[in-house]
């Protein structure tokens, strides 16, 4: 077997080994072990995609000496491979673009405790995306939640730990629903593996038998996993969660967690319950209206909203709606057009709390849009960053967000049913978007007689300005070179069967 | 373009009026008091933005009082009705579900398939463990269990970092013996019952712990269980003789190196073994005799892993909650 075939099993232990490395080590280097992780990973990532997309197959991989039924098994595949990338190098980004801001925030002997969780969130992302075992996932969705609470909060005061009780209790109401699902498909099938679910439920569809409990079991997982991914009913823990919370934190939360959970449910859709039971099934209609309903009512709420930061997270619940909406299609190209959007939301969010920090540095650390006026002339990258991010989530050509829109309107043509609601609210959403991003550009970019907070420039925050332009170009390499990007996710969602 | 209309006429349509409104041709308004539609930044002084502040945050608490609004006060009453309401309709649905899952104890359940019969059959064989539970979560499925001490591991990480003191912040020293003493009268620290009892007790508790742990792969138990058992010893210990008698053996030091030391151990074994596994090349880890102490491979260790990991964290827990550090 070659060694590339290793890589997956690799990244999730180097992964997993830095959270007790980092606990022994001071801060300083906790963060350098930290970063050479997530770089390496990255690297792994890379150079087995490239292997993977060479062969055009994917691979199960044996953890032990004991074939899979029996033992435990990773899987990986073009899909699979691109996602662990694209995750390690948002990740890196977010953690190094908020380190300024974690001096500030957070109390220096608990820097080494932050890149634990860093490390550990990494391992369990990793290990959701490779997975294939039920099982397993929901001891990493486990680790999951933790680090994130502990993520949310770091900063120690009354709001983020409010936040963090909010996310635990309805993050756990979601890991119990999905260890319920969980349970009742082993008592249906006997399994545990993916692989060999998938042929129990074929058979139990074919047969008639038990019809109840496998709807049942469909909708507690994917009801499970969308309450912890923010679809729209289920919320109302995100904007503390994501507004309080330390950047990078928050740049993880919005764009990695939350897609780790959105990427499982694709999983279980093709790989456990197989892509046409779960179509016949009801669920994928209440999904469907759920990320319809989200695109508008998250996107008013931003609306609402008089801070940029809360703004931003409210945002995400009207993204991840779209997200849902691409599932709910229930069709390879919808599914094509959420994996994007996967993506290219996960870019672009962190962008957007990234350069959202820089411009309320340089408003005296407020947050609130009457002291914002005219702080893209004070930090000019970060201006610039945000209006990009604003334009892309837009959905303005050239960046990737234009393409997502493009993907879900293709996707709707010739969809009986599906076509007009796709239509209208995305049109409806775009407006919406377009209403709240603009105020907040203009915003910006009013320009102030005297202001009484100083500039910053660029030579002052050398890596925050780096982050910011590596974002930049992630963001308009999605938007234009889009195609071959497309074609591996379809690729690898056909490799999924 | 003809109009049909004379100027007069059209003058009091509705169409021209909308359009003299977009033009911003209001009539209505008198010219002096028209304000100009240049962009305004309202400059004021730092009183009066408290003021309105203020001011806002009244109105806010206003509208959240239930007292005051009516509305509020059905709407959380209707709102707890119907979390109610929602709550038993999803019970009565997930046990209406129950009914049909396949019948407990039927020869020919689901469950009841190729994979549990390798575990029972062969599992002495292949892993050397007579604990059959323990040779399936750290043999078979020992990357799950690898994921479920990290798990322990990391929310210990979470409790330190809510609850542990920061030591920039830290209060000064008066204060902290004052908290000390009150300690001290609600638990009395030094109560001679308490004291004789734990003498003898805690090196039982001990004794009892590794050899629960020491027996994993043999008899019912494992490095879960022990390692509570040990961390309840370690917390009487502490309530007993208190935290001065406590720390000459158990520091933050102490937690940090056995759970570093602990899980680094269980990553290199099992990460060793996975690798051999899946290139297929031989571990040349002997499974021993099954029945004897030293037998099943890599179990011992990771089991001693496991104790150790699980009794740090929940002394940890214990002194968290209690003090805030060590």
């Given amino acids: 077997?070659?060694?590339?075939?290793?890589?997956?099993?690799?990244?999730?232990?180097?992964?997993?080994?830095?959270?007790?490395?980092?606990?022994?080590?001071?801060?300083?280097?906790?963060r350098v072990v930290n970063a050479c992780v997530i770089v390496i990973v990255g690297i792994m990532s890379a150079v087995l995609l490239g292997y993977l997309y060479v062969t055009g197959e994917s691979f199960v991989y044996m953890m032990g000496h004991f074939p899979a039924p029996w033992g435990n098994e990773i899987r990986a595949g073009v899909l699979e491979a691109g996602m662990a990338m694209f995750f390690c190098i948002v990740m890196l980004l977010s953690v190094l673009g908020g380190i300024k801001k974690l001096f500030d925030e957070v109390v220096v002997s608990k820097h080494n405790l932050y890149y634990i969780l860093v490390g550990l969130m990494l391992s369990s992302l990793l290990a959701l995306v490779y997975t294939n075992d039920l099982f397993t996932a929901y001891v990493f969705v486990e680790i999951n939640t933790i680090s994130a609470c502990g993520l949310i909060m770091i900063r120690e005061n009354g709001r983020t730990i409010e936040a963090a009780v909010r996310?635990?209790?309805?993050?756990?109401?979601?890991?119990?629903?999905?260890?319920?699902?969980?349970?009742?498909?082993?008592?249906?099938?006997?399994?545990?593996?993916?692989?060999?679910?998938?042929?129990?439920?074929?058979?139990?569809?074919?047969g008639g038998t038990y019809p109840e409990p496998l709807l049942c079991t469909i909708a507690l997982m994917s009801v499970g996993l969308a309450i912890?991914?923010?679809?729209?009913?289920?919320?109302?823990w995100l904007p503390d969660a994501y507004g309080y919370s330390t950047v990078s934190s928050a740049a993880i939360l919005s764009s990695l967690v939350s897609k780790g959970y959105i990427f499982l449910l694709i999983k279980i859709i093709y790989r456990v319950i197989g892509f046409d039971v779960y179509k016949g099934s009801g669920v994928i209609d209440v999904m469907f209206i759920f990320g319809l309903a989200g695109m508008i009512f998250g996107s008013v709420s931003a609306i609402r909203e008089s801070d940029v930061r809360r703004m931003i997270a409210y945002s995400s619940v009207a993204q991840i709606g779209y997200i849902f909406m691409g599932i709910g299609m229930g069709t390879q190209f919808g599914m094509v057009a959420a994996v994007f959007h996967i993506l290219s939301h996960a870019s672009t969010k962190s962008l957007l709390f990234i350069s959202a920090i820089g411009l309320t540095d340089v408003s005296g650390g407020s947050r609130k849009f009457i002291e914002l006026t005219g702080s893209g002339y004070r930090n000019r990258i970060a201006g610039l960053s945000f209006a990009i991010g604003?334009?892309?989530?837009?959905?303005?050509?050239?960046?990737?967000?234009?393409?997502?829109?493009?993907?879900?309107?293709?996707?709707?043509?010739?969809?009986?049913?599906?076509?007009?609601?796709?239509?209208?609210?995305?049109?409806?959403?775009?407006?919406?978007?377009?209403?709240?991003?603009?105020?907040?550009?203009?915003?910006?970019?009013?320009?102030?007689?005297?202001?009484?907070?100083?500039?910053?420039?660029?030579?002052?925050?050398?890596?925050?300005?780096?982050?910011?332009?590596?974002?930049?170009?992630?963001?308009?390499?999605?938007?234009?070179?889009?195609?071959?990007?497309?074609?591996?996710?379809?690729q690898g969602l056909t490799m999924f069967d | 373009m003809s109009r049909r209309k004379t100027d007069e006429e059209y003058s009091k349509t509705k169409a021209y009026k909308f359009f003299k409104w977009l033009r911003g041709e209001n009539s209505y308004i008198p010219e002096e008091t028209r304000m100009d539609m240049g962009l305004l930044i309202p400059i004021e002084d730092d009183s009066t933005i408290k003021e309105r502040?203020?001011?806002?945050?009244?109105?806010?608490?206003?509208?959240?009082?239930?007292?005051?609004?009516?509305?509020?006060?059905?709407?959380?009453?209707?709102?707890?009705?119907?979390a109610a309401m929602f709550l038993v309709i999803l019970a009565a649905l997930l046990i209406y579900n129950v009914a049909f899952l396949p019948p407990v104890g039927e020869r020919d359940k689901p469950d009841n398939n190729e994979v549990t019969e390798r575990y029972i059959e062969k599992g002495i064989e292949e892993t050397g463990a007579v604990n059959i539970v323990t040779g399936m979560i750290l043999d078979y499925r020992a990357f799950d269990t690898f994921g479920e001490s990290n798990v322990l591991f990391v929310a210990t990480i979470t409790v330190l970092i809510l609850l542990r003191l920061n030591k920039d912040k830290r209060p000064d020293r008066d204060e902290l013996?004052?908290?000390?003493?009150?300690?001290?009268?609600?638990?009395?620290?030094?109560?001679?019952?308490?004291q004789t009892v734990a003498g003898f007790l805690v090196p039982i508790i001990m004794i009892f712990g590794i050899y629960v742990i020491l027996n994993g792969h043999l008899s019912p138990g494992g490095g879960f269980s022990g390692g509570a058992i040990i961390g309840a010893g370690l917390i009487l210990y502490l309530n007993a003789f208190g935290f001065e008698k406590a720390e000459r053996f158990f520091t933050e030091k102490t937690y940090k190196w056995i759970s570093f030391f602990a899980l680094t151990t269980y990553c290199l074994c099992k990460a060793y073994s996975f690798f051999c596994g899946a290139n297929h090349l031989d571990s040349h880890i002997p499974l021993g005799t099954p029945g004897a102490i030293l037998s099943s491979g890599l179990i011992l260790i990771l089991n001693i892993c496991v104790g150790l990991v699980v009794a740090c964290t929940m002394y940890t827990f214990y002194v968290m909650f209690r003090k805030g550090d060590f």
């Fill in chain 2, 177 to 194: 013996e004052d908290h000390e003493s009150s300690d001290r009268i609600y638990e009395p620290k030094n109560d001679v019952i308490l």
């Fill in chain 1, 228 to 236: 912890k991914c923010a679809l729209f009913p289920f919320h109302s």
């Fill in chain 1, 1 to 30: 077997m070659e060694l590339i075939r290793n890589f997956p099993f690799f990244s999730i232990m180097i992964a997993m080994f830095s959270g007790p490395v980092c606990s022994v080590l001071p801060g300083k280097v906790a």
């Fill in chain 2, 53 to 82: 502040m203020n001011e806002k945050q009244m109105a806010i608490d206003k509208v959240y009082d239930e007292d005051s609004n009516k509305l509020l006060k059905f709407f959380n009453k209707m709102y707890r009705v119907v």
């Fill in chain 1, 390 to 490: 604003a334009l892309s989530m837009v959905g303005v050509p050239l960046f990737s967000g234009f393409i997502s829109k493009l993907l879900f309107a293709e996707a709707a043509i010739n969809l009986s049913g599906r076509m007009l609601p796709v239509f209208i609210v995305l049109g409806i959403s775009t407006i919406l978007n377009a209403i709240y991003f603009m105020k907040t550009v203009i915003r910006i970019y009013t320009p102030v007689d005297e202001s009484p907070y100083p500039r910053a420039h660029m030579r002052q925050l050398p890596l925050y300005s780096m982050v910011l332009c590596a974002f930049v170009i992630l963001n308009v390499v999605l938007g234009v070179m889009s195609d071959p990007i497309i074609g591996l996710i379809g």
């Fill in chain 1, 167 to 206: 996310y635990m209790i309805m993050s756990l109401i979601g890991s119990a629903m999905i260890l319920l699902g969980i349970c009742m498909i082993y008592d249906l099938t006997g399994h545990l593996l993916m692989s060999n679910i998938k042929e129990s439920v074929a058979a139990m569809t074919a």
